[in-house]
């Protein structure tokens, strides 16, 4: 393959991701805002504290979860603190650190929301495609995940 067609192909494949991006996120985004009452950034809270065992997460292990920085996640905390869906808990062995975690309310809200935004996931993502392109598109999802975590620059 020439070094013009490998550019070619690269980029028409970029295009390709970015338009499904571009045209998917926003229809799931307004779902689960319009349908759940929950922003997509809460969202992604949740979904983050899913996978602690306990459903709680230091503020540094959720912001690795969920692949934010410190200070997003922070602003995102204060938000869903005040309108009551997350606590802080002051960690007993570390005073300078908390234990993030849902509260009745937050929990609630997620445990509506996440399948009504399944049935969305699958009505406008998964059923467009067969299971073997699903096979690879989580193949390609690793392979790209593999090379970012080696990527030191641009």
């Not at 067609?5 to 970015?18: G, I």
């Not at 467009?128 to 030191?152: D, M, P, Y």
């Amino acid at each position: 393959m020439s070094a013009n067609t490998q550019t070619d192909l690269s980029q028409k494949a970029w295009r390709a991701f970015h338009k499904i991006r571009i045209q998917l996120l926003p229809l799931l985004i307004k779902h689960l805002n319009e349908e759940c009452g929950m922003s997509e950034a809460e969202y992604q809270v949740f979904i983050g504290l899913q996978a602690a065992e306990n459903g709680q997460f230091k503020p540094t292990q959720l912001a690795e979860q969920i692949g934010w920085d410190l200070g997003r996640l922070s602003h995102q905390v204060t938000r869903m603190e005040s309108k009551g869906l997350l606590s802080k808990q002051q960690c007993p062995t570390d005073a300078r650190s908390c234990w993030l975690g849902a509260t009745k309310k937050g929990q609630t809200l997620f445990e509506k929301a996440l399948p009504l935004q399944m049935k969305a996931v699958e009505r406008l993502f998964s059923n467009a495609l067969t299971n073997e392109q699903k096979r690879s598109l989580i193949e390609i999802s690793e392979a790209i995940e593999a090379h970012l975590g080696k990527v030191t620059s641009i």
